[in-house]
Nanobody, 123 residues
Framework: VQLQASGGGLVQAGDSLRLSCLAS????????MGWFRQAPGKEREWVSF????????FYADSVKGRFTISKDNAKNMGYLQMSSLKPEDTAVYYC?????????????????WGQGTLVTVSS
């Protein structure tokens, strides 16, 4: 099983960025997908989750209205569209797959993780 996150980079405050997550080695349509982020010196925090079907999306309050999560089961791809980026969004972003029923917000509820992609937002 492999999840490969990509799309990070250095942007300015107010810019947009789209992260991608390519899944292989698992039946992607059976998994919900989440995104987490970890800023330097901080714990990994949950950002967003999309149900396995691709419908039903959930967001942390800190990104609600600015980020959009999606999932394309035909392509084994997940996405996190980020807009109106702020310096406090700077972090390594991880995609992860979960079989947990409901809305998993804890890292231990995810069985598979990508390697992370760095997003840096300058002011």
């Amino acid at each position: 099983v492999q999840l490969q996150a990509s799309g990070g980079g250095l942007v300015q405050a107010g810019d947009s960025l789209r992260l991608s997550c390519l899944a292989s080695g698992l039946t992607f349509r059976n998994y919900g997908m989440g995104w987490f982020r970890q800023a330097p010196g901080k714990e990994r925090e949950w950002v967003s989750f999309v149900r396995r079907s691709g419908s039903g999306t959930f967001y942390a309050d800190s990104v609600k209205g600015r980020f959009t999560i999606s999932k394309d089961n035909a392509k084994n791809m997940g996405y996190l569209q980020m807009s109106s980026l702020k310096p406090e969004d700077t972090a390594v972003y991880y995609c992860a797959a979960s079989l947990t029923v409901g809305v998993p917000r804890r890292t231990e509820e995810y069985g598979h993780w990508g390697q992370g992609t760095l997003v840096t937002v300058s002011s």
